[in-house]
């Protein structure tokens, strides 16, 4: 009987033909709903090659009658985190300006000032877009001479959108500890675009 059980589950299991077969069935559909719901082709293509590299790592062998629910469940999560990082970047935009003029030693914590119900954030516009994208060049630039662990810290948390403990679990130090580091981080990095001359909104 037990050899019966695994033979069934063996033809069961997608093929790697059949999982090309469904990716390639579902690519174009996947496309329209990114781009539906970001607004951004290059976008909306990173979303969906994402995905499928992520069903295939993950999921490859399971049923073929099971992947559409989990290619779904895949794709939805990756817009949502693309539109946690835009509301991240955007919050650069008008965020550093406010706590600027704090003192060094203030803790200050900008996705703690932000609210997005629902990750119902908008695209910005061509002209708030490429202030962004000059914004977000310059913060680059500024990361590349911060210190190490400060640098560590803000990626960690700023970039990849991990939580303080999360953080603080890969950087093998204390929940106080990263937010010092991120404190820092972004005053420092404030100076840097003022040093500029760049006017934040």
């Not at 203030?106 to 994208?133: M, Y």
């Not at 990849?160 to 950087?171: K, N, P, S």
């Amino acid at each position: 009987m037990l050899p019966f059980i695994r033979s069934k589950r063996s033809i069961e299991l997608s093929t790697p033909t059949e999982l090309s077969q469904f990716l390639c069935n579902a690519e174009r559909r996947a496309y329209k709903q990114a781009l539906f719901a970001v607004r951004d082709e290059h976008a909306a293509l990173d979303i969906v090659q994402d995905s499928m590299i992520k069903l295939a790592e993950k999921y490859g062998d399971k049923p073929v009658k099971e992947l559409p629910l989990l290619f779904q469940r895949i794709l939805q999560n990756t817009i949502r985190d693309y539109y946690r990082r835009q509301k991240v970047r955007n919050a650069w935009t008008t965020l550093f300006s406010s706590f600027a003029t704090k003192s060094e030693e203030d803790e200050f914590d900008p996705l703690e000032s932000l609210v997005d119900d629902d990750n119902r954030s908008a695209p910005p516009l061509p002209d708030a877009e490429l202030q962004q994208k000059q914004i977000i060049s310059r913060i680059e630039r500024a990361l590349e001479r911060l210190p190490a662990r400060q640098r560590e810290a803000f990626l960690l948390r700023y970039w990849e959108g991990m939580d303080i403990i999360e953080t603080a679990a890969v950087m093998g130090c204390t929940e106080g500890s990263v937010k010092t580091h991120c404190s820092r981080a972004t005053h420092a990095l404030a100076a840097a675009l003022k040093d500029t001359g760049m006017e934040l909104p």
